[in-house]
């Protein structure tokens, strides 16, 4: 054997050596049948040189052969640091995947709003998390359609066309069914995702504003109400209005009445006061005073004395 055939069944040893480590170490099944094929490859011969042949008889002559077994050999012992390399690689790299996936999970189980992906046969392929009393695992696989009331299917199904048709952003208030039989509202925000030039999926990411429409109905039934009493209010201020001025009518008349009586008995009194012993040359003088008073009191353009 010749001392150039020996480093090489020894530089195999080492590959060996090295692709054994790293599979105990790394309990992967590419170091296993790696160090599978080098103990194969190089391991016996060295064993038989050790223990048959014997060092005293290395020879000094080196041929073509022998230098092809040595480049197998250094070609062996970086494979095996190649491969080595390649395991840990893929390996962190799975590991920082997963660990990238654990902090998603963690942040879309975490964040209030609830994601949705939806395709284009309105299936929901994923969900976060739900506050609707159903589980995950009810709602995916399943249309949209049966989680909204009747009324709600044409606005959603505008909205979807507009997401995959047009490849538009959406924003739209829909109601939604809870597992309890009640009504919860959401401002979905539907984002088309870029898979190509057709868009495959649509994410959702719903917010529940449930609270909201709540308070804005309340505020609507209290403006109602308010209007209603104001209304009210008004009507009853008219008629008091209408009841005052009626009043205040009557009453002027009464004060009217009142006026022409007093202005009446103090006309006749007058009347009676200058008639009372006059002379026969002024009694027509007097009676024409009177008749003045008497057009006067009655706002009369003329009055008469008339004998039938």
């Not at 105990?24 to 011969?45: H, K, N, Y």
């Not at 009518?249 to 006061?273: A, V």
Request: hydrophobic share 45%; glycine share 6%; charged share 25%.
């Amino acid at each position: 054997m010749g001392i150039v055939n020996f480093f090489s069944l020894v530089l195999l040893t080492i590959a060996a050596a090295q692709a054994g480590i790293a599979w105990w170490r790394l309990r992967d099944w590419r170091m296993a049948f790696l160090f599978s094929a080098l103990i194969l490859a190089g391991v016996p011969g060295l064993l038989e040189f050790l223990f048959v042949i014997g060092p005293s008889h290395l020879q000094l002559k080196a041929g073509l052969e022998d230098f092809q077994q040595l480049t197998i050999g250094t070609l062996a012992i970086a494979a095996v640091w190649y491969v080595q390399r390649m395991v840990v690689s893929h390996r962190t790299a799975a590991q920082e995947l997963r660990e990238s996936q654990r902090q998603l999970a963690a942040v879309l189980q975490n964040v209030p709003d609830a994601i949705v992906t939806i395709d284009r046969d309105n299936k929901i392929q994923y969900l976060n998390h739900s506050d609707m009393g159903y589980e995950t695992d009810e709602i995916v696989g399943r249309s949209g359609f049966e989680f909204l009331p009747t009324e709600a299917h044409g606005e959603l199904k505008a909205a979807l066309d507009a997401v995959f048709q047009e490849g538009r952003y959406v924003e739209v208030d829909l109601p939604i069914n809870d597992r309890n039989g009640g009504l919860r509202w959401y401002t979905c925000r539907m984002i088309p995702a870029e898979n190509g030039p057709v868009v495959e999926t649509a994410t959702v990411i719903a917010t529940n504003i449930t609270q909201r429409k709540l308070d804005e109905d309340a505020l609507r039934r209290s403006r109602d109400e308010l209007e209603d009493r104001v209304k009210e209010r008004t009507r009853e201020l008219a008629l008091a209005n209408q009841e005052l001025r009626a009043e205040v009518l009557e009453r002027r008349q009464t004060e009217d009445r009142l006026s022409f009586r007093i202005r009446f008995e103090r006309m006749i009194s007058n009347i009676s006061s200058r008639l009372i012993d006059l002379e026969p040359d002024q009694i027509d003088a007097a009676i024409s005073d009177a008749l003045r008073d008497v057009g006067e009191l009655m706002n009369a353009d003329e009055s008469y004395i008339c004998r039938i």
